[in-house]
């Protein structure tokens, strides 16, 4: 059927999203098994409990436009969800698997973020407050996941940096000026 009103695209894009959350719901189970971190751990059993809550929401969004809750393969979540498999099976340190599982699981974040912006203010433009409120909620469930993704990412890949060094923004570099070798400008090589 030719998708040619905007109540169309929004199905479109519903259905799209309704298999992604779908997928997440088996994915994330085993990636939360796959962590060794004990907050990584709780993050993906978290948000587990989240995206189940998340695929009700859809199918309340679709009792509210009238369709039938109904799903079409996401392509892209399949892709997302097979890396994040092949990224169990790494033969990798404990703290390098645990940095790679963040990064698959971000990587679907992101894509959830971009398709629920779209379906928030396609459902906006439409006038139906409603259904952008329940959209906007689970967008922003999105974001809070990847914000402590990167929160817990960071931590991990600062704890395994080899060189010791954290780097942190220094606000008074005033005090170190005694450690600075006379003169000797860093070039590089080319
Ligand atoms: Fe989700
Ligand atoms: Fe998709
Ligand atoms: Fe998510």
């Known amino acids: 059927m ?9 199905e479109e894009q519903l259905k799209d999203l309704y298999d992604a959350e779908k997928q997440l719901t088996k994915a994330l189970p085993k990636m939360a ?62 703290e390098m698997k645990d940095c790679m599982l963040i990064a698959s699981a971000q990587r679907a974040e992101h894509y959830e973020i971009a398709a629920y912006g779209t379906v928030r203010t396609i459902a906006e433009i439409l006038g139906n407050q409603e259904v952008a409120d329940l959209l906007q909620q689970t967008l922003e469930e999105e974001e809070q996941t990847d914000a402590k993704l990167s ?40």
Do not use: Y
């Open 2 to 10: 030719t998708i040619d009103t905007l109540d169309g695209l929004l």
């Open 33 to 94: 098994k796959a962590a060794k971190d004990p907050e990584l751990k709780t993050a993906f059993t978290d948000h587990l409990e989240q995206t189940k809550g998340q695929v009700s929401r859809i199918e309340h969004v679709f009792e509210l436009l009238e369709k039938k809750a109904k799903s079409k393969p996401c392509a892209a979540m399949k892709g997302i969800v097979e890396e994040g498999q092949e990224t169990i099976q790494e033969d990798a340190s404990d």
């Open 151 to 190: 929160e817990i990412s960071e931590r991990m890949l600062n704890a395994s940096n080899d060189s010791g060094e954290v780097e942190e923004e220094e606000e008074d570099e005033g005090e170190l000026e005694d450690d600075e070798e006379n003169g000797e400008e860093e070039e590089e090589e080319e």
